[in-house]
């Protein structure tokens, strides 16, 4: 099965949605289907290789450190050398739950930038790398190894996570109010769960990188405290459309789409409305708007 690879945007020209498939067992990857997640994206050596074989165990062992964040083990060789590869991960107190996902031609390697060149096994490869997205694909972190002992090792990635979480939102840009209520108050988790959204509670409330959201109800605000970035809205909370042209413009919250997972708010008057433009072109405009909010708030 060759590697699907959509519209290329981000860091790198990394792709914006890609599939792998999982190789001698476990579930194939989508990258849209891992939003408000971060994604560990794990580039292993070609070739049989006891340092991946480590590098792997000790990531997949320590993966419920981190409920938040997906480990993607991908290697570029044929589904059969992978399969066998894999079947010693159970050795030495590994698992052999942990997928491994193949990358042919190692073409996803390729559209993240990892550099080859590695001399290896007498085969010239690329380099061991780990490169971390965030919850909304984006690239926020890598480490290229400089040889296939040079990783970046689990406890090293759980710090890394707990300081890219934690790194300061610039809140200055986002549609908020004095008080830094988003949305006009309303209940993120309802565009997701009904039809129309509900105004949330002012006295349901909870504050996320900066940014006060409502609740309708309390079970509500108790998922949105266990995945946040799966129900925040995009671009800050403004218009979709305006943001495709690097514009921030008041939304009406009750006009609204979801793609993909993700919350699209939009302007509306008695004489406009932006979701119309939106869905004539929303492929291309949703990539000129990640790329208008990078610049502008650096997300």
């Known amino acids: 099965m060759a ?25 194939d990857f989508r990258l849209s289907e891992a939003r408000g997640k971060y994604v560990a994206l794990h580039f292993l050596l070609k070739t049989e290789c006891p340092f991946c ?15 938040d964040l997906l480990h993607v083990f991908i ?23 942990i997928a491994i996902h193949r990358d042919p031609d190692a073409a996803l390697a390729e559209s993240f930038g990892i550099p080859g060149g590695y001399a290896f096994h007498g085969q ?15 690239e926020v972190f890598r480490y290229v190894g400089k040889d296939n002992g040079d990783r970046f090792g689990s406890a090293q990635l ?28 309303y209940d993120p988790l309802s565009y997701f769960t009904s039809p129309k959204p509900a105004k949330g509670r002012a ?31 995009t671009y800050g909370g403004w218009c979709a459309t305006a943001m495709a042209k690097g514009e921030k413009v008041e939304i009406d919250p009750t006009n ?12 509306k008057a008695f004489y406009a409305n932006a979701i119309k433009d939106w869905n004539k072109d929303e492929v291309k405009l949703t990539v000129k708007a990640d790329a208008n909010w990078k610049k502008i708030a650096g997300e």
């Open 3 to 27: 590697l699907l690879l959509l519209p290329f945007v981000g860091v790198a020209a990394a792709p914006s949605d890609f599939t792998l498939k999982a190789a001698g067992g476990g579930s």
């Open 53 to 67: 074989l480590r590098y792997t165990r000790e990531h997949g062992m320590s993966a419920s450190k981190t409920p």
């Open 75 to 97: 290697k570029p060789d044929s589904e059969e050398e992978i399969r066998s590869w894999a079947g010693k991960l159970n050795e030495g107190g590994g698992s052999s739950m």
């Open 124 to 138: 010239t490869v690329h380099y061991p790398a780990l490169v971390l997205l965030n919850p909304q694909g984006k």
């Open 158 to 185: 759980v710090a890394k996570l707990a300081e890219v979480k934690s790194a300061p939102v610039p809140i200055k840009e986002y549609n908020v109010g004095a008080d830094k209520l988003a949305i006009s108050g």
């Open 203 to 233: 006295d349901l409330r909870f504050e996320y990188r900066g940014v006060v959201y409502q609740f309708a109800s309390e079970d509500n605000r108790t998922k949105f405290q266990a995945a946040p970035e799966t129900y925040v809205p």
């Open 256 to 267: 609204f789409k979801i793609t993909d997972g993700r919350l699209f708010l939009f302007f």
